[in-house]
């Protein structure tokens, strides 16, 4: 009875590394998309980015260069911080003056119905509208939280801590934690492209 035991975990256990090896290639695949989408969404301007590594702090720092053809147009960087439930995982673009062109909540377990709103969209569609087919085109239709950093630069603070970023009502931590991760993220490149502060 034991080397049955043994011999169907040994099946088991080889069958499981197979599927994982399997499937690892098709989520790989699915992560450059979603990245390449991503780095759209905070850069737009910019066609091919480049990874760099640098040293911050004794550590080790990835950042992108976002070109437009021959010409650097800024960086894309990430960043966490912690939220409510969760460790938020962002995506900030800044132009080569560091001011944000856009940021991508990349992950994130907040709270649903409340710090989830960090990716909720405002869509102007309604019932009526699909129905009736006077649905308005809402191609590109980014999160109203993420879009009030556009145009931002470092330190991004809420309201509630006197800045010009728009809390969410019943998730201010949520709201402060993405504030964090952009801000650490950004004074993290500026070190690492040495910039002068």
Known sequence: FP??????????????????????KGRKAIED???EAALKIVLPSADSFHIR?????????????????????GYV?????TGYSSVIKVMVGVDSNFVIQGIKVLAQKETPGLGDKIQELLSKKTW????????PDEPGLRPWFQVQFDGKKVPVKVDKDGGDIESITG??????????????????????????Q
């Open 128 to 135: 009526g509208t699909v129905i009736t087919g006077s649905s």
């Open 53 to 73: 590594e640098a040293s911050v702090d004794g550590h080790k720092f990835s950042y992108r260069i976002a070109m437009k053809g021959e010409n650097a147009v």
């Open 171 to 196: 998730a201010t931590i949520s709201s402060r934690a993405v504030c964090e991760a952009v801000n650490e993220a950004v004074e993290r490149l500026k070190k690492a492209v040495g910039a002068k």
């Open 3 to 24: 080397l049955v035991l043994v011999i169907v975990s040994v099946i088991s256990a080889g069958s499981l590394a197979g599927l994982g090896a399997l499937t690892q």
């Open 77 to 81: 960087v990430e960043g966490s911080a």
């Open 33 to 35: 998309k979603e990245t």
